[in-house]
């Protein structure tokens, strides 16, 4: 029996768990014992239930004050504003991980969106996996260019000098935490993630966050767990899903799909009873709790999500055409993929309304056609091999 250790650092809701869940299910199997260091341990009987797992807190940066994402120009920025704040804090995970990592001895370990785990590991002689969207696993850059871009970044000459020092001095402040550890400097930042021996892909090419990777094996997203099936609030009109968070201009967007006569499902988490009151019709019905995406896509339209990787590729699949208001940089990056597609359209979380937006919905019949094709084309290259492949592969790292 080996030890198999799962981590989830950062990130929030279902999916992250929920792409754990078949490599556990797999190492269980196998008959080996497997430890989850997550960060919201809540969730856990929700997305792993049934699965006999030990459990223990995750380390995270903790207290993160909202920042305009947009000023993130690559991975690297991410890192230095969602992590860590400099070394004397970082010092203070990676000892946290490293006790981890001596308490459970594992024989693998599998990252679900988990740098600062990584950088914790690397020397450390146990296999290691990334799961998750492509977005937990960013490319090595080619030779001269700054690692991990985002497709939002004009990569002027300018810009590149800065991308270039600011990984310079992020790397100068890893290595400075590991040397308090006598632990080996990193040669560059995509050594945080050329470390591994695998990289299970959960997405598709479509909706990988930093594009197409040719030569990579996408197994395709996780299937979310059964829901009840959702039931509309009227027999007729147009049928939008909505599953959103609270954000500023909700109510612009509750006001402007009331006056579009649309007939609305939604699920919004924080939404204030006053709201739900104004705008509860037999045409719009708030949601208690979530409702089966599958049946969801049957049924409706078109979608509105802030971006969810789980959510939209769900909706993405069944061919449902979607209506985007990212929260943050990641959302924004596989939003902006099914834009390019044509098979999407993206607002703004603090617009001044969304009538133009919500008209194009209605009224543009490329949007279905162009969801349709990408979704025959995802249902075409889906891969019938994806559990067995993560078997042979957990089987191959743990012999």
Not at 289 to 295: C, F, I, R, T
Request: some cysteine; hydrophobic content about 45%; proline content about 7%.
């Amino acid at each position: 029996m080996a030890n198999v250790l799962c981590v989830w650092e950062q990130g929030a809701n279902l999916g992250h768990l929920s792409n754990l869940r078949l490599s556990i299910e797999i190492a269980l199997q196998l008959g080996h014992r497997v430890v989850l260091a997550a960060r919201e341990l809540h969730r856990v009987p929700e997305a792993l239930s049934g699965l006999s797992v030990e459990l223990l807190p995750a380390p995270f940066k903790q207290n993160v004050r909202p920042a305009d994402q947009s000023a993130f120009l690559s991975f690297t920025h991410l890192l230095a504003r969602q992590c860590f704040s400099g070394a004397v804090e970082l010092e203070m995970y990676l000892r946290a991980w490293g006790a981890i990592f001596d308490l459970v001895k594992p024989d693998l370990v599998l990252y679900e969106h988990s740098p600062t785990a990584l950088i914790a590991s690397h020397g450390r002689s146990f296999r290691k996996v990334t799961v998750g969207s492509g977005f937990m696993s960013p490319p090595s850059p080619a030779p001269g260019m700054p690692f991990a871009p985002f497709s939002t970044t004009v990569l002027t000459p300018d810009v590149l000098v800065r991308l270039k020092t600011d990984e310079e001095q992020l790397l100068a402040v890893i290595n400075q935490a590991r040397s308090m550890l006598a632990m080996a400097p990193l040669a560059r930042l995509a050594d945080i993630y050329d470390q591994v021996d695998d990289r299970f892909f959960m997405t598709w090419p479509e909706t990988d966050h930093f594009g197409a990777r040719p030569g990579q094996r996408y197994l395709g997203p996780t299937a979310l767990a059964a829901k009840p099936a959702a039931v509309w609030p009227a027999p007729s009109g147009p049928r939008v899903f909505g599953y959103l968070q609270n954000m500023p201009a909700l109510e612009l967007l509750l006001r402007d799909l009331r006056a579009a006569g649309v007939c609305a499902l939604l699920w919004i988490n924080d939404l204030s009873p006053s709201l739900r009151q104004a705008y509860t019709s037999q045409r719009m019905k708030f949601l208690d709790q979530l409702v089966d995406l599958k049946s969801v896509a049957d049924q409706a339209d078109w979608a509105i999500s802030h971006g969810n990787h789980s959510t939209l590729s769900t909706l993405m699949v069944a061919g449902l055409p979607q209506l985007l208001i990212p929260r943050h940089q990641e959302q924004l990056l596989v939003a902006r993929r099914l834009v390019d597609q044509g098979c999407a359209l993206i607002a703004y979380q603090d617009q001044a309304g969304f009538a133009r937006e919500i008209s194009a919905m209605l009224s543009n019949p490329a949007l279905r056609a162009n969801a349709r094709a990408v979704a025959q084309r995802c249902r075409q290259r889906g891969d019938p091999e994806a559990l067995a492949y993560v078997r042979s592969s957990l089987e191959s790292l743990l012999r």
